[in-house]
């Protein structure tokens, strides 16, 4: 049942996808774009919760959003809105009777009025200034009343629009991290790897001229699940890693116990510079150049300066 259940959702995100007027959604992005002053999102019921979590979600990347219920607004908070400031109505059916109450003293404030809305002959549709077909073939309710895919495509396209915006604003990880401070999201982007690296005799770390049986110790004893290999300049010449150690055994015809580690350690490596923020050092380490690490070296004009963990990054 659950698998049916998930291929009849695909098939209506489907239909969403190829019936959905670009033109039109570009023109809904250049009128967001253009406000000059605060977007305000409203809705009734499922409508409303996903217009509320549009708002917090153009809030958190910098733009002046809120979420107004219609009841609210009627009764007093409509005092904020301003001629320059943009009303966007969500409503699958169009004809949700709180917005249509609304929208006339939406209108003497000569603040623009958007809607998204699933039919193209709703009461909505016709009266915003702009209007967005959202193409909703069925609901995924086998009843076909239950706000579920349509909940969902309002979602995706404001999401969307969330996401275009950010690309034409050039918004960076910087200016993410100076909105969230706080949580798992800001310590990543708030602090840097030099915050959190392992440094001086804290890293596990050995010369290219030393035998494995002098550096087995290290290994175990620093706990990290690899060691350095450096030369005397301390420039970084490989890595060793307890998967190394593992292959090395299952090959060896000779006593491995006499190997230099030059031999052993494997000379390509992924490696970080101190001043990125956790989130590029965990995205290194989980795969963004094809190869999955649970360690980073930190460098500083090729020297070794640190050592960066995962599971210090996660846990922090």
């Known amino acids: 049942m659950l698998q049916k259940l998930f291929s009849e959702q695909k098939t209506y995100l489907d239909y969403f996808f190829n019936a959905l007027d670009l033109q039109k959604a570009q023109a809904i992005l250049d009128a967001v774009g253009a406000c000059q002053g605060t977007i305000f999102f409203s809705g009734v019921g499922k409508s409303g919760i996903i217009a509320e979590k549009l708002a917090v979600t153009l809030v ?6 809120m979420y107004l219920p219609p009841t609210n607004a009627l009764h007093g908070d409509l ?9 966007i109505c ?9 917005l249509l109450l609304l929208l006339p003293f939406v209108k003497q404030k000569a603040a623009k009025v958007m809607s998204w809305v699933c039919s193209k002959e709703s009461s909505l549709y016709h009266k915003a200034d702009i209007a967005m077909y959202l193409p909703l073939q069925k609901e995924l309710c086998p009843f076909d009343l239950v706000p579920t895919t349509s909940a969902t495509i309002q979602l995706l396209f404001g999401d969307l629009i969330a996401v275009a915006l950010m690309q034409r604003r050039s918004f960076t990880l910087h200016d993410y991290a100076k909105n969230h401070p706080a949580g798992m999201i800001g310590k990543k982007i708030s602090y840097k790897v030099e915050d959190l690296m392992l ?3 804290k890293i596990p770390r050995c010369f290219e001229e030393d035998l494995l ?4 110790p290290v290994l175990s004893e620093k706990q990290c699940g690899c060691i350095i290999v450096i030369d005397q300049h301390h420039h970084v010449k490989g890595i060793f890693t307890d998967g190394d150690l593992r292959r090395a055994l299952q090959r ?6 006499e190997a230099s580690m030059s031999s052993l350690m ?6 970080i510079e101190k001043h990125h923020y956790l989130q ?20 500083d004009q090729g020297k070794l300066i640190g050592l960066i963990r995962i599971h210090d990054i996660i846990n922090f």
């Open 213 to 216: 049986k002098n550096v087995l």
């Open 90 to 98: 969500l409503s699958k059916s169009g004809e949700t009777k709180e």
């Open 60 to 65: 958190s990347i910098g733009v002046k959003a």
């Open 266 to 271: 494997t000379s390509s490596f992924i490696f």
């Open 199 to 201: 440094t001086g005799d």
């Open 252 to 257: 060896a015809k000779e006593p491995l116990l």
């Open 280 to 299: 590029e050092a965990l995205a290194r380490m989980q795969g963004v150049f094809n190869k999955k690490v649970n360690n980073l070296p930190v460098l």
């Open 79 to 87: 005092g904020v809105l301003s001629s320059s400031d943009l009303w």
